[in-house]
């Protein structure tokens, strides 16, 4: 009887059997497959190929399931880059509302911040409790809810309490987007939906100052000059996370003592300015958080009908592999608690840099050697922002094509040349400047997505691994451009190319040793906790004793 299977195969390789020749028995293609050198090019070709058709059949295929919930993530991300980057563009109004004085408005980016922090720490409890598509429904539900509900009372302290009920809601989401990613994901093309999950950040944080602008009050200053003269009122616009302050009086010291940028930079449009008063038009403000409100409940609902479509129970009843051990430090071996620590510096670094460049930027290009204008100013930053959403959308397929450390890597020598052309030429040449900004934004775009990959790939317990990767964030937003902006303030505005240099050169430093732990000490390239490396370890002895 001809094995007509086993002969198709064989005769694919057409090296023993011609297509015109008779069918072999069962027993000859046997014999045949035996005489195959395993050891010589041909053998190892057909094995490789063998290997490579395997891992194709092991991919699972993209289902219509799994296109609607990237979806779904993009959605929430886009809600994301829309809270996270609404408060400057609305912080006059928000002042209007509930008559806090600018220092006091830091507050809110505290408040913000720590209810972050909060979110990122209890995330991975209520997700291994309670069903994710739930748990994401119900928090973005929440987040929409305390967003519509920040400008609804007169009260800075109520107004805290929301932004931490917020920032609670986004730290939770964040973490359950990047796990359903990685989920879906697979192997193959968890890096490509991560990708495509913080390109939804970019496209909120672009969109959000232009939906917020028709609703934003009319701000004037009525300045009161020492000759006497009656007073002139000077125009106020709101680009981007700034309010940027078109001055009819000399350009302002480097650094006034009074003011605060709300995002921890500096407020380079209040100084030598003699005392005034400041004139406001109604605000429309509340309307902008109720559509922010309105973008959260797509995804929130998108997530619910997909629970009530999976027939499960509110809390898990089966706990997936992924979190059915807790990752503890005593668990951790020494070099998986190596990379995990610097994973986190990567992280803080990375963050904290980029906010803190994001928010100097424009400081830097007007009172720097640059001279720039306001507005020039105001487009060098929103031109490295428009740079990380279009770098972060070709992302998508290169992430593809390579793996996370190598992607990682071009973006961190692509940075590094960036930050050093930067350092030495930006205060010669505003063709310099603007080039390299943008080279800084393409090469920062991919970083977050590629980093949260490289950890689901090479570390343990995704969950937990995403909670140290949140927690750093959030350590970076709070440490690092206070830093830099301190020592800005104290030795000059080229201190931010310096901070940007060297930061990049440790990001890059701490990633390849990472990296290199994994390599060296890992399974496959894998780190495992001390529990994993026992049930590997039994499992291996179990599979010689067999």
Not at 321 to 345: R, Y
Request: with cysteine; net charge neutral; aromatic share 10%.
């Amino acid at each position: 009887m001809v094995n007509r299977h086993s002969v198709e195969r064989f005769s694919r390789f057409g090296h023993l059997i011609r297509l015109d020749s008779p069918p072999l028995l069962e027993n000859e293609v046997k014999d045949s497959y035996d005489t195959i050198d395993t050891d010589s090019e041909e053998g190892r070709f057909q094995k490789k190929l063998r290997t490579e058709n395997s891992e194709q059949e092991d991919e699972e295929p993209i289902t219509k399931k799994i296109v609607i919930e990237l979806i779904i993530c993009i959605l929430a991300f886009v809600g994301r880059g829309l809270c996270l980057n609404s408060v400057g563009p609305t912080l006059i109004d928000l002042r209007q509302i509930a008559h806090f004085t600018v220092p006091q408005a830091a507050w809110i980016f505290v408040s913000q911040s720590t209810g972050f922090l909060i979110g990122s720490l209890l995330a991975k409890r209520i997700l291994q409790e309670i069903n994710n598509e739930f748990a994401l429904s119900m928090c973005l539900f929440s987040q929409a809810l305390f967003s519509a509900l920040i400008p609804a009372f007169r009260s800075a302290v109520v107004m805290c309490l929301m932004f931490i009920g917020q920032g609670f809601a986004i730290g939770v989401v964040g973490i359950g987007v990047c796990a359903t990613c990685i989920r879906i994901g697979g192997k193959k093309r968890n890096g490509m939906f991560l990708q495509a999950a913080y390109l939804g950040v970019s496209i909120g944080s672009v969109c959000g100052p232009f939906i917020a602008r028709p609703f934003l009050s009319n701000l004037a200053k009525q300045e009161i000059n020492h000759q006497g003269e009656q007073p002139r009122l000077v125009n106020t616009h709101l680009y981007g996370n700034k309010a940027n302050f078109e001055l009819t009086s000399t350009t302002p010291q480097l650094l006034p003592e009074n003011s605060l940028h709300a995002n921890h930079s500096i407020d380079n449009t209040s100084s030598a300015v003699p005392p005034e008063t400041e004139l406001f038009t109604k605000t429309h403000v509340h309307f902008y958080y109720v559509i922010i409100g309105l973008v959260l409940c797509v995804p929130a609902s998108s997530f619910l009908a997909l629970y009530y479509q999976s027939g499960s129970s509110v809390r898990n009843t089966k706990i997936d592999s992924s979190h059915s051990e807790s990752l503890s430090l005593q668990d951790c071996t020494a070099p998986l608690l190596t990379a995990i620590i610097l994973i986190f510096i990567q992280c803080l670094l990375y963050f904290g840099i980029q906010d803190a460049y994001s928010n100097l930027l424009t400081t830097f290009a007007i009172l720097g050697p640059p001279n720039f204008t306001k507005t020039q100013g105001v487009y060098l930053s929103s031109l490295f922002w428009a740079s990380m959403c279009f770098g972060r959308l070709n992302g998508i397929w290169i992430a593809k094509l390579i793996s996370p450390f190598k992607l990682l890597l071009i973006d961190m020598i692509v940075g590094g040349i960036a930050a050093a052309t930067l350092l030495f030429f930006s205060s010669r040449s505003s063709g310099v400047l603007w080039t390299f900004t943008v080279l800084l934004g393409l090469s920062f775009a991919t970083i977050n997505g590629a980093t949260v990959s490289w950890a689901a790939k090479h570390l343990p317990g995704n969950n937990y691994i995403l909670a140290i990767i949140m927690v750093g964030r959030c350590c970076g937003l709070l440490v690092l451009p206070t830093t830099v902006t301190t020592l800005f303030r104290t030795t000059g505005p080229i201190t931010l190319m310096y901070a940007l240099f060297f930061v990049v050169c440790a990001m890059t430093a701490a990633l390849t040793l990472a990296h290199s732990i994994s390599l060296k000490f890992g399974v496959d390239g894998k780190l495992h906790s001390k529990s994993e490396m026992r049930k590997l370890k039994k499992e291996t002895e179990d599979g010689t004793s067999i």
